[in-house]
C-alpha cells in the first residue's frame, strides 16, 4: 500500500497507525496465539509500516508519525491485559524513533483515545454490562460520570488532535504521548 502510494503520489509525509484492540480478557484466558495475533495486530503492524515511510520521509526533509493507542498507555484499564501490554510497546518504539528520527525532522509521537464514542468502546461497555448484570446504557451513564467532562468524546474530535499532529503547523511537539480522554486518566 505505501509503495504503490508513492508511485501515484509521491513520498508520505504522514503516517497515522491505527489498529483494532486484540479481544478482552485476563491474562490466564489467553494462550501464546492469542499473544501472538495481539502483538501482529497492535505493535508489529506499526512497526512494518513505519519501516516502509521512513525512507521517503527522510528523502523528502521530514513528516510526521502519529501512532493511535489508548489511555491504556499511561494507566492500565481493567480486563484488558493484551491491550494495555503491546500499548505500551508502542509509546516505547515511538519515544525512540522521536529521538533516532528527529535529527531528520520526522516528529513521532503517541495519542490515547479514552472513551471515544466508537463501536469498541460499545462492545466492551456490553461485554461489562453481560457480566454485572445491567444494560451498557447503565455501565456509559456511570463511567461518564468518572469523566470530568461526563460524555464520551466525539471520534472527530480525536481527528482534529491527529490532524495538528500531522501538519506542518506542528513543528516541536515530538515524543509524547498525549491522551484524548476527557480528564478521565489520572496518571502524569
Not at 66 to 86: E, H, M, Y
Not at 94 to 106: D, N
Not at 127 to 155: C, F
Request: with cysteine; glycine share 10%.
Amino acid at each position: 500500500m505505501v509503495r504503490e502510494t508513492c508511485r501515484r503520489f509521491g513520498s508520505v509525509w504522514a503516517l497515522v497507525n491505527n489498529s483494532g484492540g486484540p479481544p478482552p480478557g485476563p491474562f490466564e484466558r489467553f494462550d501464546d496465539e492469542a499473544w501472538q495475533a495481539a502483538f501482529d495486530l497492535t505493535l508489529r503492524s506499526y512497526v512494518r509500516s513505519i519501516r516502509e515511510v521512513v525512507p521517503g520521509m527522510k528523502a523528502a526533509g521530514g513528516g510526521r508519525i502519529v501512532n493511535l493507542t489508548s489511555s491504556s498507555s499511561k494507566q492500565a484499564l481493567d480486563d484488558l491485559i493484551l491491550s494495555n501490554t503491546f500499548r505500551l510497546g508502542v509509546v516505547g518504539l515511538t519515544k525512540t524513533l522521536a529521538r533516532e528520527l528527529g535529527p531528520f525532522h520526522i516528529l513521532a509521537n503517541v495519542v490515547g483515545p479514552g472513551r471515544m464514542d466508537t463501536d469498541r468502546v460499545r462492545q466492551l461497555d456490553q461485554r461489562r454490562a453481560d457480566s454485572g448484570g445491567v444494560s451498557a446504557e447503565e455501565v456509559r451513564q456511570a463511567t461518564e460520570q468518572r469523566i470530568p467532562l461526563r460524555r464520551y468524546g466525539d471520534p472527530d474530535e480525536l481527528a482534529r488532535l491527529v490532524v495538528f499532529l500531522c501538519s506542518p503547523a506542528n513543528t516541536y511537539v515530538t515524543g509524547q504521548t498525549i491522551l484524548a480522554d476527557g480528564g478521565l486518566t489520572g496518571a502524569y
